[in-house]
């Protein structure tokens, strides 16, 4: 099997372990374990607290001490066990805390699969910016595949899910060992504080760009999650209004139009980074924000299903385009010898402080909008837009930048 294949298998099983409860579980949450919205905000919140740590910690490690590849087969092993027992839990303190060892393992392997991928594509020669992306497509294929083995097996409000997504851990922890070695970067340190304790990732923040780029990775970083939360607890609601709709019956398989929306924009981030470049393209992200919480806001599984699906397909370009361009601007933009510790930076401030305040403050505004157990979804929705709408006004007079169109094939900066 050749190096982009094998990544491949590496991507396809990193999201299968998310997809098989990140969007189920809030649904089995709140109907199956009767947790409030405020609840099931904190305990999705986990993934933005551990994120706040775990990321540029194990990054750090990856950079100095240990092999990035058995990092991620070592996290995953122990982010099954602790899924293992969540699916025995049903009350909501042992939860947080189960899921919150879970996070603290689980949400550092993101970045550590997009530094093994770069660092064995560049060992081989390959153009990471031309390659990694149909390879990273495969992890949304994997995260689909997840979602309709638990949709189609009916354990969207089962514990089931737990279960599926912990044996696929233990198969990718184990798989991480077989990977090419991606030792320690051996450089030597300059002396300051930072570089003591392994935190040279944080010099990104002297450069006014970056430091706004990731201000506004932080911002949409509270958005990402706000859908993978309450996304099908929303579907579920319309369960006595339309009880035989296909997204009622279905959920998951309606919430994977998302995800299969990714692995077409995915394919178009070379395309569209060389000819408009990260600001641009960030700048699409937000209104594509915009436009998935707004369609939710107006859609129903009956006449409105279209806006639903609407909202999935504009998903693919909400999150790739953000997502995924930001972490090769990330790569560019920091030196090999940090690289693990960059992205780790770039999980902090969106996977962590923004999906963390996005989780307790999206728990907030669904329980605000909750009167004597009637959600008022429109609403609710409707705030969030407002939310990205605000965030997309701000962003293009605060980042300064100006595209160079070989700066995104070559892997150069672009002009300040």
């Known amino acids: 099997m050749n190096i982009k294949s094998r990544l491949i298998v590496m991507n396809f099983l990193q999201f299968f372990v ?18 409030t919205g405020g609840q099931v905000g904190s305990i999705y919140a986990t993934m933005g607290l551990a994120s706040l740590f775990m990321p540029s910690l194990i ?3 990856a950079d100095r001490w240990i092999n990035a590849e058995r990092l991620l087969g070592i996290c995953h092993l ?9 699916a025995q839990v049903s009350d909501y303190s042992t939860m947080y805390f189960t899921m919150l060892v ?11 699969n997009n530094s093994v991928s770069y660092a064995v594509l560049q060992k081989d020669g390959i153009d990471v910016v031309k390659f990694f992306p149909p390879i990273r497509v495969w992890g949304t294929v994997g995260f689909v595949f997840a979602m309709w083995v638990i949709d189609l097996g009916r354990w969207s409000l089962s514990p089931i899910q737990l279960y599926v997504s912990a044996a696929s851990g233990i198969l990718l922890g184990c798989y991480a060992f077989t990977l090419p070695a991606c030792t320690p ?3 030597k340190r300059d002396g300051s504080f930072l570089s003591y304790l392994g935190l040279d990732a944080f010099v990104l923040f002297k450069k006014p760009r970056t430091a706004v780029f990731f201000i506004f990775a932080m911002f949409l970083g509270a958005a990402l999650q706000i859908t993978n939360t309450f996304g099908e607890a929303f579907i579920h609601d319309f369960t006595g209004q339309y009880p035989d709709s296909f997204a009622v019956k279905h959920p998951s398989i309606l919430m994977s139009i998302s995800q299969i929306s990714e692995t077409l924009f995915i394919l178009t981030i070379p395309f569209f980074l060389q000819r408009f470049g990260i ?16 369609l939710f806001g107006f859609g129903n599984p009956g006449d409105g299903f279209i806006l639903l699906v609407l909202s999935m397909i504009i998903y693919g370009m909400a999150f790739d385009f953000f997502n995924i361009s930001g972490s090769l601007f990330v790569k560019n933009e920091a030196d090999n010898s940090i690289l693990s510790s960059a992205q780790g930076l770039f999980m902090l401030m969106t996977n962590g402080v923004g999906a963390f305040l996005g989780g307790v403050i999206s728990g907030w505004v669904v329980d605000y909008f909750t009167v004597d157990g009637i959600r008022d979804w429109q609403s609710i929705w409707l705030a969030f837009a407002g939310y990205t709408l605000i965030l997309g006004i701000v962003f293009p007079f605060v980042f300064k930048y100006k595209h160079n169109p070989s700066s995104e094939i070559t892997g150069s900066p672009g002009v300040a």
């Open 279 to 294: 600001k641009k393209v960030m700048l699409m992200s937000i209104f594509a924000w915009v436009l998935r919480f707004g």
């Open 18 to 35: 998310w997809g098989s409860w990140l969007i189920s579980m809030g649904g089995y949450m709140i109907v199956t374990l009767k947790f």
């Open 78 to 86: 122990i982010g099954a066990m602790s899924l293992l027992y969540a």
């Open 185 to 187: 970067a051996k450089v």
């Open 102 to 112: 879970n996070s603290m393992f689980y949400m550092p392997t993101i970045a550590l």
């Open 59 to 61: 990054g750090i490690v």
